[in-house]
């Protein structure tokens, strides 16, 4: 659900109004109806995440350079985005993490077996030093926006998929965070089974439609 508001002081009270209780595990998730989810440093929402805008929207754009935050504009763009995929890439290499440049768009793909355990939301700890790496880039080139995008493969329920490519999406997104990004900067949403990258009828294809996006789009002006 497109709601194109922006977290304020009612930020806690919105994540407890967007939960559910799984009747197979008996555990709180976000239900269906979130198209976007708060994100929280240790777990607690935080006033200025983005629910449910269109991704780099106007909205958030706007509040971010309102705030000192700054923009990109003409050929600045294409070569910050340069500088900022070249750190990724030296960052990430050896670790499994793909990065793909589109136009002025970086999209860094973590595969859930390097990510998390098998129906889990918690980062396995060998991970974790990963997504500190990109948060300190993220940190450094702070005119993009960080849209983070959990999925999962076609296989059991739809809406308990929904809600676990929610709950990873969010743990990504908390851990960069916790890098001191600013948290007007995240675009946050669980998209279960849509957008396949592979096919779902072999298990090497649903492996690869299991996985956290980042998607990095410039914040523009003028």
């Known amino acids: 659900m497109k709601s194109k508001l922006l977290v304020a002081a009612l930020a806690a009270l919105a994540l407890s109004a967007c939960t559910t209780t799984n009747p197979y595990t008996g ?83 973590m595969p859930s077996n390097i990510t998390f355990d098998v129906d889990k939301a918690t980062i396995r700890p060998q991970f974790n030093q990963t997504l500190v790496s990109v948060g300190l880039v993220l940190q450094k080139y702070n005119m993009t926006m960080v849209n983070v995008f959990g999925y999962t493969d076609s296989t059991g329920d739809d809406n308990y998929n929904l809600n676990l490519s929610n709950r990873r999406a969010i743990a990504v997104a908390t851990t960069l965070s ?13 998209r279960g089974e849509a957008d396949p990258i592979a096919s779902n009828a072999t298990e090497n294809g649903r492996s690869q439609n299991r996985r956290v996006e980042i998607q990095l789009t410039p914040i523009t002006r003028g």
């Open 27 to 109: 555990q709180s998730e976000l239900n269906k109806t979130t198209g976007g989810a708060l994100l929280g440093a240790g777990g607690g929402a935080v006033a200025g995440a983005v629910i449910g805008a269109a991704t780099g929207g106007d909205a958030a754009v706007g509040a971010l350079i309102g705030a000192g935050v700054g923009g990109l504009a003409g050929a600045g763009i294409g070569s910050y985005m340069d500088q900022q995929e070249a750190e990724l890439r030296a960052q990430l290499r050896g670790t499994g993490v793909s990065v793909t440049r589109v136009g002025n768009e970086i999209v860094l793909n």
């Open 178 to 190: 916790n890098q001191g990004i600013e948290q007007r900067r995240f675009y946050i949403e669980g």
